[in-house]
T-cell receptor
Framework: QKEVEQDPGPLSVPEGAIVSLNCTYS??????FMWYRQYSRKGPELLMY????GNKEDGRFTAQVDKSSKYISLFIRDSQPSDSATYLC??????????FGGGTRLMVKP | EPEVTQTPSHQVTQMGQEVILRCVPI?????FYWYRQILGQKVEFLVS????????KSEIFDDQFSVERPDGSNFTLKIRSTKLEDSAMYFC?????????????FGSGTQLSVL
């Protein structure tokens, strides 16, 4: 079983829509959860970072972690064309290497 | 805002040649990493480096790879004899030494093309 899985998409939504991006992971030892945004041929850019189960909000972005079901979500409110990118979830143990999902490509159409 | 800087942005080399990819991590960070991403595939961990030594490496990071921090600011990845399958985007990343802070910041990458 792959350690971190994401639906590759593409996910196409109209501008202003609420976007829901999801990941599942298999290793219950993972403690830290991150969402990165990656534009084409650029490095991953850290969007959200959380440790505990529950919700964390930052502007239009909300990260949600459910450790009991090993499920991670990212919600984007009022999506904009500039949000069009690939979204990567990532997780790790303390101090260890990040394990990435394959990424979900999001397209927000004006 | 401080950022991780990588040079060159694109490197083309012949199979069997040595390449050195360069990175300047964020200045107050102490943990350094190399990741790579083959086109259309996941971002994969290569190696982590702390206190002038490798702290962890993946199966990908074989004897052809080496890392070095030659001075107080640069962090390099050397591939001794490149293979076609080394063609990928290579990302440098750094992390601050703060307990519980797992935030990892990436550079824009070096696209390595092995011909």
């Amino acid at each position: 079983q792959k350690e971190v899985e994401q639906d590759p998409g593409p996910l196409s939504v109209p501008e202003g829509a609420i976007v829901s991006l999801n990941c599942t992971y298999s290793n219950s030892a993972f403690q830290y959860f991150m969402w990165y945004r990656q534009y084409s041929r650029k490095g991953p850019e850290l969007l959200m970072y959380t440790y505990s189960s529950g919700n964390k909000e930052d502007g239009r972005f909300t990260a949600q972690v459910d450790k009991s079901s090993k499920y991670i979500s990212l919600f984007i409110r009022d999506s904009q064309p500039s949000d069009s990118a690939t979204y990567l979830c990532a997780t790790n143990n303390a101090g260890n290497m990040l394990t990435f999902g394959g990424g979900t490509r999001l397209m927000v159409k004006p | 805002e401080p950022e991780v800087t990588q040079t060159p942005s694109h490197q083309v080399t012949q199979m069997g040649q040595e390449v050195i990819l360069r990175c300047v991590p964020i200045s107050n960070h102490l943990y350094f990493y190399w990741y790579r991403q083959i086109l259309g595939q996941k971002v994969e961990f290569l190696v982590s480096f702390y206190n002038n030594e490798i702290s962890e490496k993946s199966e990908i990071f074989d004897d052809q790879f080496s890392v070095e921090r030659p001075d107080g600011s640069n962090f390099t990845l050397k591939i001794r004899s490149t293979k076609l399958e080394d063609s990928a985007m290579y990302f440098c990343a750094s992390r601050a030494d703060r307990s519980g802070n797992e935030k990892l910041f990436f550079g824009s990458g070096t696209q390595l093309s092995v011909l």
